[in-house]
């Protein structure tokens, strides 16, 4: 059975203290209410990750993610940072292919396909991201993007690889916005990407895939979310950081 995942996205928001207090709210709360198959995965900015790392050992739903690394293995890239050194915190996931991430920052397909390849070897966990913007979505092109996002970014990767990734479709029209895709929206497009692994890799490789929805997911519209036949939970961000609304979130699983 497939994994189930509620992750935090907490992006750059919170100083290291006010970082640590939301964190130690939120493992207690959460860590009973994720049960077996699920987990809980906190993406803290790069400053939390060891101390919040320590902290998840002691709590076996819940691990702790960064939020982007750098392609390349080491060397002379000021102000980055790199795979290893991510997991060297302890920290388990790292998010890559955010549509932020892409908008303001440049990452393209062949990038993140670097990117993937750099954090599977140093034994991190990709939390994937792919999704349409507003305009492609009216232009009728969501499928097409969808489709090159996985075909160009992950795809390249053998079916072992492949298996450790988690991947995440968030609407870049939902994220932040207040706006969220409908059940059916995210449906469509859940069981579109799962087909897609199918035909790529097998149906038991795409029937073990991990796909979380992103995009103003909240207390009151998770559980119609997570209800879905191929939605594996959530990839939360201005929720993640109210320790209530996103422990009511990891709740709505049951
Ligand atoms: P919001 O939940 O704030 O819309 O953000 C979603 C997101 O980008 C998570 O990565």
Redesign the pocket.
Known sequence: MRKKIV???W?MNLDYSEGLALFSEVVNMVNDEATGNQQVVV?SPFIHLHSLAALAKGYSNVAIGAQNAHQAESGAYTGEISAKQVKSTGAEYV?LG???RRQYFGENNELLATKTDTALKNGLKPIF?IGETLQEREAEKHFNIIKSQLVEGVFHLDADAFGTLVL?Y?PVW?????V?ATSDQAQEIHAFIRKEIAAKYSQAVADATTILY?????PKNAAELFGCADIDG???????LKSRDFTDIVKAFN
């Open positions: 992750a935090g996205n992006k993406c998010i955010h549509s932020e991201c995440a968030e939902a994220i932040g916005t207040g969220t992103g995009g103003s997911c909240n959530g990839l939360i961000g201005g929720a993640s």
